[in-house]
C-alpha cells in the first residue's frame, strides 16, 4: 500500500452579493424579519377581518331574543276609550306614560289614537 496521499480541499465558496442588494437584517436575538409583500399583506388583512367577522357572528349569535314572549291578552277598544284610559288601567304602580309605552310597542302602534273595535294585546293581569 501506498501512503495517504493528501486530500486537497478548496476553501468556501462566500456568496457574491448582487449589486444594490441588502444584507438580511437581523435583529439582536439573531432570528431573521420577515417581510411581506403587497400581496402578503392584503392576505394577512383578509384573515383578519375574517376572524373579526367571525368573532362579531359568534358573539352577536349569543344576543338573539332567547327569553320567553310576555304573557298577553286582548283588549277590543270600546267606544271612549283611549289608550292613557286602558294603560291606566293596567299600571300597578301608577307608571301611565311607561305603560303607554310599552302598548304602542307591544301592538306596533304608530300614534295613541285608537279605533272602536280595535283589538289590542295587552299584559296579562
Known amino acids: 500500500m501506498s501512503a495517504a496521499s493528501p486530500v486537497l480541499t478548496r476553501p468556501a465558496a462566500r456568496p457574491v452579493a448582487r449589486p444594490g442588494a441588502r444584507p438580511a437584517a437581523r ?49 277590543v277598544v270600546a267606544p271612549g276609550d283611549t289608550l292613557w284610559d286602558i294603560a291606566d288601567a293596567l299600571s300597578e304602580d301608577g307608571g301611565i306614560r311607561a305603560m303607554m309605552q310599552h302598548l304602542q310597542e307591544l301592538n306596533d302602534l304608530d300614534s295613541v289614537g285608537l279605533v272602536v273595535g280595535q283589538r289590542l294585546e295587552v299584559p296579562a293581569p
Open 27 to 75: 435583529p439582536a436575538g439573531g432570528r431573521p424579519v420577515y417581510r411581506l409583500t403587497r400581496r402578503g399583506r392584503v392576505v394577512v388583512l383578509l384573515l383578519g377581518l375574517m376572524a373579526v367577522l367571525a368573532v362579531g357572528v359568534v358573539w352577536a349569535g349569543g344576543s338573539v331574543a332567547s327569553e320567553e314572549p310576555e304573557a298577553t291578552v286582548t283588549h
